[in-house]
Nanobody, 117 residues
């Protein structure tokens, strides 16, 4: 059974930082490209950051320079370091493999991030 367990969300003031973690199970983690996604209030889910199995990463323009994604294949964990947070970063954050995300499969419960102004 594929599972993604996200954690680390919370309430933070604008300009603050949070570090999100996601532990994956039921997949061969090391061969998968891993993404962090978010769904803001009244918005569709969007890709925030993608880290490929080789370690290269891409970011949405809205978070470039503020967020950093990393992975630890030994622990089946992908992490999102979020700095200089803005109120518009408020959303539920999820992780998933890029293939499963495109197929709409295996989403976890996510972790809520709320940034106050």
């Amino acid at each position: 059974q594929v599972q993604f367990q996200e954690s680390g969300g919370g309430l933070v003031q604008a300009g603050g930082s949070l570090r999100l973690s996601c532990v994956a199970s039921g997949i061969i983690f090391s061969i998968n490209n891993m993404g962090w996604y978010r769904r803001g209030p009244g918005k569709q889910r969007e890709l925030v950051a993608l880290i490929r199995r080789g370690g290269s990463a891409d970011y949405a323009d809205s978070v470039k320079g503020r967020f950093t994604v990393s992975r630890d294949n030994a622990k089946n964990t992908v992490t999102l370091q979020m700095d200089s947070l803005k109120p518009e970063d408020t959303a539920v954050y999820y992780c998933n493999t890029d293939n499963r995300a495109r197929a709409g499969m295996d989403w976890g419960k996510g972790t809520q991030v709320t940034v106050s102004s």
